[in-house]
């Protein structure tokens, strides 16, 4: 009888020990797995005609043109921000998306509206990063100047140059009035990918 028992038990650890072999390894590097899964690809990309992935994000660029106050408000849509811009090679990233696009200019969401000559991001993210045109920020729309008898002139949202200027990737401080398409990010959830 004890002899029966023990032999159970063996057969059962054994097949406890197998079960454990076939199990899935964990993954091991948790941050190539974030990046390498779009992120973005299963929300809505209507109105939108590009998108790409890059460190944890996920950029759109728009198809239609919007100013600055319509531009927050289809990010907040979106559930997104407008583009923020940290290093040279977000920059990159980004102006890629405007080439592919075939955009000359697309607004980002730095904007200095609440005080002159002081930029922010819109949503709060600290400056590590500016990449201005010549001359830029100039504050000063050379044409368009006036728009229904009020002065326009002056240029508190920021758009980037695609590669069709001879500055591509640059910033440059345009009217909050005009329209541009736009780029929009969204930070993955990492935990919306397993
Ligand atoms: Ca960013
Ligand atoms: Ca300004
Ligand atoms: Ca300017």
């Not at 209507?46 to 927050?72: C, D, P, R, T, V």
Request: proline share 4%; with cysteine; aromatic share 10%.
């Amino acid at each position: 009888m004890l002899i029966m028992q023990f032999r159970n038990f063996l057969i059962l650890a054994g097949a406890i020990s197998l079960m454990g072999a076939c199990k899935e390894p964990e993954p091991r590097n948790e941050i190539r797995v974030f990046h390498e899964v779009p992120c973005g690809a299963d929300r809505s990309h209507q109105g939108f005609s590009h998108m790409s992935n890059w460190a944890g994000s996920s950029y759109f660029i728009s198809s239609g043109f919007y100013n600055l106050q319509e531009a927050k408000a289809l990010a907040a849509r979106h559930q997104a921000h407008l583009v923020t811009i940290g290093s040279a090679a977000e920059n990159q990233v980004v102006q890629a998306l405007l080439d592919s696009a075939g955009v000359s200019y697309a607004l980002i969401g730095f904007q200095d509206e609440q005080s002159e000559g002081h930029h922010r991001w819109l949503n709060g993210e600290p400056i590590f990063y500016t990449n201005w045109q010549r001359l830029e920020p100039n504050n000063t729309a050379y044409t368009n100047c006036h728009d229904n008898e009020t002065l326009i002139c002056e240029e508190d949202a920021v758009t980037i140059a695609g590669q069709s200027h001879p500055e591509a990737g640059g910033w440059n401080d345009v009217p909050v009035s005009l329209r541009y398409n736009v780029v929009l990010e969204q930070i993955c959830d990492p935990v919306d990918l397993r």
